[in-house]
C-alpha cells in the first residue's frame, strides 16, 4: 500500500526509490543518477535535486536523456557556491575566509532549452509545484533553475 513519506521538504505518496550519492555527489553524479533511475523505473518519475556547481558537470547528459526519450526532471539550485568546498571553509576559517568558491549565475533553463529539453526558471518558492507539473507534461528532459542564497550551517554553528 502507498504510503506518504518526508525527505527534507519533498512528499510523495508513492513508496520511496531514492538514489544518494553520498559525499561526492558534488562532483557530477546527478544526472548520470537521475538517467539510471528513470531506466530502472520508466513509469516513475526521475526528480533529480542539485546544486548548480554539480549540475555544471552533467548538463550536457540532457543530450543523452533526450536522445534515449528519458524526460528527468532536474531542480537546480542556484546558490552560485561550490557549496561541497565552501561549507568546509567556513567551518575551518570563518565566512569572511572562503576563496575560489564563488560561481556565476548560469541561466541554466536556457541550456536545457539549447538542446531541445524544456527548461524554466522560477523566482518564488509557490512556483515549484506548476513548475514540476509543466515540466512533466512537457514530455521531455527538463530542467527547472531556482536561484538561491547560499547558507552555510557551518557559519551559524561553529565547532
Not at 3 to 26: Q, V
Not at 41 to 63: A, C, K, M, N, Q
Not at 67 to 93: C, F, M, N
Not at 124 to 138: G, T, V
Amino acid at each position: 500500500m502507498p504510503h506518504s513519506f518526508r525527505t527534507w521538504h519533498l512528499i510523495t505518496t508513492i513508496p520511496p526509490y531514492l538514489l544518494f550519492t553520498g559525499p561526492i555527489g558534488g562532483i557530477g553524479q546527478g544526472v548520470p543518477f537521475a538517467l539510471a533511475g528513470k531506466v530502472a523505473r520508466p513509469d516513475h518519475p526521475s526528480v533529480l535535486i542539485t546544486g548548480d556547481g554539480s549540475f555544471g558537470y552533467g548538463i550536457i547528459e540532457y543530450d543523452t536523456a533526450l536522445k534515449h526519450d528519458l524526460p528527468i526532471i532536474t531542480i537546480v539550485s542556484s546558490d552560485e557556491a561550490w557549496g561541497i568546498v565552501r561549507h568546509r571553509q567556513i567551518q575551518r576559517y570563518g565566512l569572511d575566509r572562503a576563496i575560489a568558491t564563488d560561481l556565476r549565475a548560469v541561466s541554466y533553463e536556457r541550456l536545457a532549452e539549447a538542446l531541445d529539453c524544456y527548461g524554466e526558471l522560477v523566482t518564488k518558492p509557490d512556483e515549484i509545484r506548476p513548475a514540476l507539473q509543466r515540466a512533466a507534461d512537457s514530455g521531455r528532459p527538463a530542467v527547472i533553475n531556482v536561484p538561491t542564497i547560499f547558507t552555510s550551517a557551518a557559519a551559524y554553528c561553529p565547532q
